[in-house]
């Protein structure tokens, strides 16, 4: 294990899931979750194991994402129904 390789790794970690947490935009959060979880991927596959990193790209980075960002756009009040009365006001 080359630990040069190691550290740009865990700090892009530490940086992502920071701005995870920092932005006020729910959706900039969930791109930055998606970036995460590719990243972890990629710790995955440094440390060797490849089967673990293909399912973390694949569930936790694109599956997940794009539920994330689905379930957002559902629960999104659009403009049109503001316009006609059907937002989110009780």
Same mark, same amino acid.
């Given at each position: 294990?080359?630990?040069?390789?190691?550290?740009?790794?865990?700090?892009?970690?530490?940086?992502?899931?920071?701005?995870?947490?920092?932005?006020?935009?729910?959706?900039?959060?969930?791109?930055?979750?998606?970036?995460?979880?590719?990243?972890?991927?990629?710790?995955?596959?440094?440390?060797?194991?490849?089967?673990?990193?293909?399912?973390?790209?694949?569930?936790?980075?694109?599956?997940?994402?794009?539920?994330?960002?689905?379930?957002? !756009?559902?629960?999104?009040? !659009?403009?049109?129904?503001?316009?006609?009365?059907?937002?989110?006001?009780?």
């Amino acid at each position: 294990m080359n630990p040069g390789l190691h550290t740009p790794v865990l700090i892009m970690l530490v940086a992502s899931a920071f701005l995870a947490l920092w932005f006020k935009s729910l959706l900039h959060s969930i791109i930055a979750l998606g970036v995460f979880s590719l990243v972890l991927a990629l710790e995955f596959y440094i440390l060797r194991a490849p089967d673990v990193a293909m399912a973390e790209a694949a569930i936790g980075a694109a599956l997940t994402t794009a539920i994330f960002i689905i379930t957002l !756009r559902a629960c999104t009040p !659009r403009s049109k129904d503001i316009k006609q009365g059907k937002g989110s006001k009780p």
